[in-house]
């Protein structure tokens, strides 16, 4: 019988995809893992090790089955799947809906069942479904349907992390297909432009994600400072757009061409957060700096993310700048709320959110008790309304009590 519980809130995890892309083996993922513990991850409560596209033969054996890359993997899956079990940890993998995968690998497309049960026989506790070279005729509504009946028939408890990146209305019919993620954008690219593209996309579509079938942005970039053997993630935006520069000595060099500042790489951490994204790690987690460590561990925020009733924040634009700062106000199970404030200008930007907008009159005589989660500080009892002023590209994450204030 299925877990229940299998996909009740966002999955936690890495992926290998952002920053190794087809430069994977058996020694990163297994380091990788190792990184799970020594950095602080799973305790911060990471637990998928996904292994992205790539890593099997470019065909399958004469018995149809896919055969795992002969030099990347020489001892196989399962035994990079016990290491990752052996750490505590959850083991991912990664196929396709289409004939191939977007890296020109075996797909599932007529092999459903029989992934599935390899899947399953090397240990597998996610798979992420990507829609490359799917056949034209045939809806992916019917192949997510197809390969969600094969998992739920494995005999493991299998993570259901669908990708078509919004694609064919994905929105109606991926909750019923039985996948507990979606992907509901583009790749992400490792640029501030790409990160508030993908965040904007998504804004309106509130009422698609919650428990068992999460709307997935896609991977986090934060930490990559433009590292990636994938020149496309590390570079400018698909519209040509110059991407931000993080280090400008590297990128003299032409080491780095993409990259963030932390401070947007903690917006781009806290927008995922509060939207209830899974948070995916794609940076190389066994090198990571102070200021990404902090990011990604940050419980408080994580908190957030993993609230048991993942209801999405809904979103109220600052009257008087309504393109650039606004509020995602997330109702919290406790209570409380979760409240992020973000700047996407380009110049400072004054946030006040009127109490009054999220159901709380003054008349109540109730007020919010407001608790710093980057700062990890009280910052005092507010009636009415909180004002602040936000950084370009930066933001404010809150956690707010109703208290009696008369
Ligand atoms: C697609 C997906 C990415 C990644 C690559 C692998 O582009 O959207 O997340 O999995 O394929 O080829």
């Not at 780095?256 to 917006?267: A, N, P, S």
């Not at 634009?317 to 106000?329: A, I, R």
């Not at 992020?340 to 110049?347: A, L, Y």
């Not at 400072?348 to 008790?369: K, N, V």
Request: net charge negative; hydrophobic share 35%.
């Amino acid at each position: 019988m299925q877990n229940k519980y299998l996909g009740l809130t966002p999955p936690l995890g890495w992926n290998s995809w952002n920053t190794f892309s087809w430069e994977i083996n058996e020694e990163l993922i297994k380091t990788a893992a190792d990184a799970f513990i020594t950095e602080g991850l799973k305790d911060a409560g990471y637990e998928y090790v996904v292994i992205d596209d790539c890593w099997s033969e470019k065909q399958r054996d004469a018995n149809g089955k896919l055969v795992p890359d002969h030099e990347k993997f020489p001892n196989g899956i399962k035994a990079v799947a016990d290491y990752v079990h052996s750490k505590g940890l959850k083991f991912g993998i990664y196929s396709c809906a289409g004939t191939h995968t977007c890296g020109g690998h075996p797909g599932s497309f007529e092999h459903e069942f029989d992934d599935a049960e390899t899947f399953a026989e090397w240990g597998v506790d996610y798979l992420k479904y990507d829609y490359c070279y799917k056949p034209d005729h045939i809806p992916g509504e019917v192949l997510y349907k197809r390969m969600s009946t094969a998992l739920r028939n494995c005999g493991r408890d299998i993570v259901f992390s669908a990708c078509n990146w919004g694609n064919d209305n994905v929105y109606k019919w991926i909750r019923e297909s039985g996948a507990h993620l979606f992907r509901s954008t583009g790749d992400i690219q490792d640029n501030w432009e790409s990160i508030k593209k993908l965040a904007l996309s998504q804004i309106g579509n509130e009422c698609y994600g919650g428990n068992y079938c999460h709307n997935d942005i896609d991977m986090l970039v934060v930490g990559m400072y433009g590292g990636s053997v994938n020149q496309w993630i590390a570079s400018a935006d698909a519209e040509g757009d110059v991407a931000v520069v993080a280090d400008a000595a590297n990128a003299a060099t032409g080491a780095r061409l993409g990259g963030c500042t932390d401070e947007e790489y903690r917006t781009h951490f806290s927008l995922w957060a509060l939207m209830d994204s899974p948070l995916m790690i794609g940076c190389d987690i066994r090198n990571m700096t102070p200021a990404t460590k902090e990011t990604l561990t940050n419980k408080d925020v994580i908190a957030i993310n993993q609230d048991i009733e993942c209801r999405a924040a809904y979103c109220i634009k600052q009257w008087n700048n309504p393109e650039n700062v606004f509020s995602l106000v997330k109702p919290m199970s406790d209570g409380s709320y979760a409240i992020g404030m973000f700047n996407f200008g380009d110049r400072d930007g004054e946030m006040s959110l009127q109490f009054w907008d999220i159901g709380l009159t003054t008349a109540s005589g109730r007020g919010l008790d407001i608790y710093d989660c980057w700062k990890h500080e009280a910052l005092g009892t507010f009636t009415e309304r909180f004002c602040t002023t936000l950084p370009p590209h930066g933001c404010m994450v809150l956690r707010a009590k109703v208290v009696k204030v008369k």
